[in-house]
């Protein structure tokens, strides 16, 4: 089975740095990568999303991430952060064959001091 | 479309009570997913569904059923309530396979539960 690993749990940062959220993932075979946001109060929706093609995906709100096969990994950038990212972000993967029901990762909590 | 839709948004219970939490979907989605989100322990998989009839068990299932008798309905129960089960439960649902897994997951609101 697929396992997913976020090393960072809280980063705190203020307006304007960069982001940088690890993510790596252990299954040999061909997988789909997420990444999910939870801003505070709200339910989990899509930031982006990897499954094909060129391994530098780019999703709502500036943010994008690269998917470094040799690497088992797929970090989620942003260059210069907003107090508005404050949130829960989430890595997820799910592997092709089987029920496609995507593993998720411990989540990283990120606060963005303005 | 309304999305996916969770009932009751809170809840208390009491050891040993019994409840079902509810999950419905408008878009037609093959594949129901019931979660929970505990701190420091991200979302982890209780039961899942990819059709009506058919369900099965994710990473937590112990002290909970699932059944799917529509395509548009997951409700979630819990067979006798335990402080361990005090959490916050998301439904998922997505369009299912045949897109080989690529597919988006939508997330409903959350009913968070307390069992004192």
């Known amino acids: 089975a697929q396992s997913v690993s976020q090393h960072n749990h809280h980063v705190i940062l203020s307006e304007a740095a960069s982001l940088e959220l690890g993510c790596n993932y252990s299954y040999g075979g061909t997988v789909n990568l997420f990444w999910y946001v939870q801003y505070p109060g709200q339910h989990l929706q899509l930031l982006l999303k990897?499954?094909?093609?060129?391994?530098l995906v780019k999703g709502i709100k500036g943010f994008e991430a690269e998917f470094i096969k040799s690497k088992f990994s797929f970090n989620l950038r942003k260059p210069s952060v907003q107090w508005s990212d404050t949130a829960e972000y989430f890595c997820?993967?799910?592997?092709?064959?089987?029920?496609?029901?995507?593993?998720f990762g411990r989540g990283t909590s990120l606060i963005v001091h303005p | 479309n309304a999305g996916v839709t969770q009932t009751p948004k809170f809840q208390v219970l009491k050891t040993g009570q019994s409840m079902t939490l509810q999950c419905a979907q408008d878009?037609?989605?093959?594949?129901m997913s019931w979660y929970r989100q505990d701190p420091g322990m991200g979302l982890r998989l209780i039961h899942y569904?990819?059709?009506?009839?058919?369900?099965d068990q994710g990473e937590v299932p112990n002290g909970y059923n699932v059944s799917r008798s529509t395509t548009e309905d997951f409700p979630l129960r819990l067979l006798s309530a335990a402080p361990s089960q005090t959490s916050v439960y998301f439904c998922?649902?997505?369009?299912?396979?045949?897109?080989?897994?690529?597919?988006?997951?939508?997330f409903g609101p959350g009913t968070r539960l307390t069992v004192l």
């Open positions: 878009m037609n989605h093959e594949y």
């Open positions: 998922a649902s997505r369009p299912g396979q045949g897109r080989l897994g690529t597919d988006t997951q939508y």
């Open positions: 997820a993967v799910n592997a092709l064959g089987g029920s496609y029901i995507p593993t």
């Open positions: 990897y499954f094909s093609g060129d391994p």
């Open positions: 569904s990819v059709g009506a009839g058919i369900t």
